[in-house]
């Protein structure tokens, strides 16, 4: 029996030899992605945000058609004015005055004309209740030395008015006109623009607002529809500020520190024409128009930054990883 045993393990050993072999390049590389990237990639990265809306349907409001003396249409006490109205066709004496030829006239005319009505006016109710919404992001990657720039979003954050229309539009106007001050530290930059209907609008710019706050795993300042919130980090300071072992340690994570990256999310009732990011100049357009939106046409805004605590660090690496449509400007 003993002898059995043996002869069914090494067959079995000999038959999984090969997968085995081919299995251990896989296993190896994985330790090399995994288990030796940099570690300061595997750091919690701080991030801030700031604005606020809501998707509401715009207000319909309809006017009366204007009538004119050349018999407009809707005018008169006998509708569909000018003489179209029952008592000119039975004045025209189709089929003697009410006969069943004139009848079916007047119904023929009188749905045509109720077709015509529902198709102009019916679409151009539909289209008020549900009008195409523009939902953009502008996203720019600066180098780490803009760090006046990171105090300037700090300071915005703080004293921003999210809760209203014009303070959000001045949100957009303070943060573009900030990151447009500063174009020697630009880096990287990307630019999107989808247009859903109002009714699927909210769930894109959702989606794209989670997309960007997924990328770090600490909100260390936010100021939502005038909720301003700055929650205390494991290993912070009162201020929220991260706080290293050693002086040692500080050191080599603000060395470390290679980018900044700031998002700009937005939906608007405004057609926008956002250029593609070939260069400064496109970057530099994109971000005018962001600034210039208007605030009656504002549904949402979202302003994303990161890193935003002190001693936290972003790297090439993490650009690469995190921002792979960000192209050099």
């Given at each position: 029996m003993?002898?059995?045993?043996?002869?069914?393990?090494?067959?079995?050993k000999?038959a999984?030899k090969?997968?085995?072999?081919?299995?251990?390049?896989?296993?190896?590389?994985?330790v090399?992605?995994?288990g030796?990237?940099?570690?300061?990639?595997?750091?919690a990265r701080?991030g801030g945000?700031?604005?606020?809306?809501?998707f509401?349907?715009?207000?319909?409001?309809y006017?009366?058609?204007?009538?004119?003396?050349?018999?407009?249409?809707?005018?008169?006490g006998?509708?569909?004015?000018?003489?179209?109205?029952?008592?000119?066709?039975y004045g025209?004496?189709?089929?003697?005055g009410?006969?069943?030829?004139s009848?079916?006239?007047?119904?023929?005319?009188a749905?045509f004309?109720f077709?015509?009505?529902?198709?102009?006016f019916?679409s151009?109710?539909g289209?008020?209740?549900?009008?195409?919404?523009?939902v953009?992001k502008?996203?720019?990657?600066?180098?780490?030395?803009?760090?006046?720039?990171?105090?300037?979003?700090?300071r915005i954050?703080?004293?921003a008015?999210?809760?209203?229309?014009?303070?959000?539009a001045?949100?957009?106007?303070?943060?573009?006109?900030?990151l447009?001050r500063?174009?020697e530290?630009?880096?990287?930059?990307?630019?999107?623009?989808?247009t859903p209907?109002?009714?699927?609008?909210?769930?894109v710019?959702?989606?794209l607002t989670m997309?960007?706050?997924?990328k770090f795993s600490?909100?260390?300042?936010s100021?939502?529809?005038?909720q301003v919130k700055?929650?205390k980090?494991?290993?912070?300071?009162?201020?929220?500020?991260?706080?290293?072992?050693s002086?040692?340690e500080l050191?080599?994570?603000?060395?470390?520190?290679?980018?900044?990256?700031?998002?700009?999310?937005?939906?608007?009732?405004?057609k926008?024409?956002l250029p593609?990011?070939?260069?400064?100049?496109?970057?530099?357009?994109?971000?005018?128009q962001?600034?210039s939106?208007?605030a009656?046409?504002l549904?949402?805004?979202?302003?994303?930054?990161?890193?935003q605590?002190?001693?936290d660090c972003?790297t090439s690496?993490?650009?690469m990883?995190?921002?792979?449509?960000m192209?050099?400007?």
């Amino acid at each position: 029996m003993v002898p059995t045993f043996k002869k069914i393990a090494g067959t079995i050993k000999s038959a999984f030899k090969p997968l085995i072999k081919s299995l251990i390049p896989v296993a190896l590389a994985l330790v090399l992605v995994f288990g030796l990237q940099n570690p300061d990639a595997l750091a919690a990265r701080s991030g801030g945000r700031m604005g606020g809306g809501s998707f509401r349907a715009p207000s319909r409001s309809y006017r009366t058609p204007a009538r004119t003396n050349g018999g407009a249409m809707y005018g008169g006490g006998y509708g569909y004015g000018g003489g179209f109205g029952l008592p000119f066709m039975y004045g025209l004496g189709f089929g003697g005055g009410g006969g069943m030829f004139s009848l079916l006239i007047t119904l023929a005319i009188a749905g045509f004309l109720f077709r015509t009505f529902q198709n102009t006016f019916g679409s151009d109710a539909g289209s008020a209740e549900n009008p195409g919404i523009s939902v953009a992001k502008v996203q720019v990657g600066l180098m780490a030395q803009a760090r006046n720039l990171q105090l300037d979003l700090d300071r915005i954050a703080f004293n921003a008015d999210t809760n209203t229309e014009s303070g959000r539009a001045k949100v957009l106007q303070e943060v573009s006109l900030t990151l447009l001050r500063h174009p020697e530290y630009w880096v990287y930059g990307s630019v999107s623009n989808d247009t859903p209907k109002l009714s699927g609008a909210e769930a894109v710019f959702n989606r794209l607002t989670m997309a960007e706050r997924s990328k770090f795993s600490e909100e260390t300042l936010s100021n939502i529809n005038g909720q301003v919130k700055q929650p205390k980090l494991a290993g912070a300071d009162q201020g929220g500020a991260l706080t290293p072992q050693s002086p040692a340690e500080l050191l080599a994570m603000n060395a470390n520190a290679e980018y900044v990256v700031v998002t700009l999310l937005v939906a608007t009732t405004a057609k926008l024409q956002l250029p593609k990011i070939n260069g400064e100049n496109d970057m530099k357009q994109a971000l005018q128009q962001i600034g210039s939106l208007a605030a009656s046409g504002l549904l949402a805004i979202e302003v994303v930054w990161t890193p935003q605590a002190d001693g936290d660090c972003l790297t090439s690496d993490d650009i690469m990883a995190s921002y792979p449509d960000m192209k050099l400007v």
